[in-house]
């Protein structure tokens, strides 16, 4: 019997810099995963790719993000670093909430370059907050500071310890999804969230009590494509008080992956980037110089 063709997902890769007191790799970038969210989109039997940015000091060649969405099937955003506040037209309140630029750029352009090919994508913590960005959205910078009698959403001891409840809601996918549990708990890794929802999407879950998005979803009538996003890590999922079952949400993922192999809907990434430099930057990775 002939074995089904495996799906092909991207994932995006996490960015070390430059370190000459490293004394592995030293001096030298290195872009790389946590093996986790690997592990994760493997359990179902799909082959992950990890996505280099094309460009650096070392870069040679014609390779671009489009090349990668043209032969994946889909991507999932990784988590990682803050998002830049002046991609949303703030300062950072805090020199430590200045983010990761180049980050930044690249996941723009890895969400452009797979919008534009019609292929799903999947965020995750900060794959979400980018995803929001993109299209026109913004973010509290922290939570704690911004966000008056809001619960602590990271604890740099507990880590993917620290858990929280999620309240979905009702008539949405997520609702669908999981049916009868409209609500758990999910871990809480991150001290940004989203503070003005970007336009054509919708929240499928909230925190409780402090009502922070924690789920966010394209509406189909601002585009065909399958845009999906959790705040937290569903590849973190062997806690016992992490009650929010995550393979409904790997496999809704999975699912419009496999169907876009067939039904393509490509779109017009209309981002909504505020800055100019970053707009040409996150080009240049899509064309190549």
């Known amino acids: 019997m002939t074995e089904p063709i495996r799906l092909k997902i991207g994932l995006s890769a996490c960015f070390s810099y430059a370190d000459p007191q490293r004394h592995l790799f030293t001096g030298k970038t290195l872009q790389y995963i946590e093996q986790s969210i690997a592990h994760w989109v493997m359990s179902a039997g799909a082959l992950l790719v990890v996505i280099p940015c094309p460009m650096g000091e070392t870069a040679r060649g014609d390779v671009t993000l489009k ?3 043209q ?36 996941d723009l352009a890895l969400i452009e370059a797979f919008e534009q090919a019609g292929k799903p994508i999947f965020g995750v913590c900060r794959g979400l907050q980018i995803i929001n960005v993109a299209f026109g959205g913004s973010l509290y910078q922290d939570i704690e500071t911004q966000v008056p009698g809001a619960q602590r959403h990271r604890d740099p ?14 008539r949405t996918r997520l609702a669908r999804l999981y049916q009868a549990h409209m609500q758990g708990t999910v871990n809480s890794i991150h001290h940004q969230g989203i503070k003005e929802l970007a336009p054509g999407f919708t929240v499928e879950a909230y925190s409780v009590p402090d009502h922070i998005p924690e789920a966010i979803r394209r509406t189909a009538r601002h585009g065909k494509g399958y845009i999906a996003a959790t705040q937290w890590h569903p ?51 899509l064309t190549r110089f």
């Open 67 to 69: 090349h990668y969405a």
């Open 71 to 106: 032969w994946l099937d889909g991507v999932v955003l990784h988590g990682g670093s803050d998002v830049w506040p002046g991609h949303y037209g703030e300062i950072a309140l805090k020199p430590e909430w200045e983010g990761d630029r180049v980050r930044d750029l690249y």
């Open 157 to 170: 001891v507990q880590y993917d310890r620290h858990v929280h409840a999620v309240q979905i809601e009702p």
């Open 235 to 285: 590849e973190f999922r062997t806690r016992a008080d992490v009650t929010l079952d995550s393979a409904p949400l790997l496999h809704d993922f999975l699912d419009a992956c496999q169907r876009a192999r067939h039904h393509r809907c490509p779109g017009s990434s209309p981002l909504h980037i505020r800055d100019r430099a970053s707009r040409l930057l996150r080009q240049a990775l």
